[in-house]
């Protein structure tokens, strides 16, 4: 999974659209979360045997985060210049991802 925006910010959002933008983040998070919550919880009962793995497999989800906050305009930002920028970062973080592995 790719991360584009961080789980965290520092500071507080200060302009109407950046607050609607950091609470759309919140939401985000909070539907991402749950669901590797919920995956976690289904790998932790299949290694306990429940359920039986002959009918379940445990999935493995590794988190690449982008590293860098981006303002909320960015998200409507076609730009080809943004968009290579975006996947040579992206492709610096995959190789990371790799080394670490």
Known sequence: ?????????????????????????LSRHSSLNQELRAIKR???????????????????????EMGEAYHCSTKVDRRPSFIRELMELGERRAVEFRERR
């Open 42 to 64: 289904v790998n932790d009962w299949i290694e306990q045997g429940h359920p039986p793995e002959s009918e379940f497999s445990n999935t493995t989800i590794h988190r690449i």
């Open 1 to 25: 999974m790719i991360q584009i925006n961080p789980q965290t910010r520092e500071g507080e959002p200060s302009s109407t659209e950046e607050i609607a933008d950091h609470r759309n983040e």
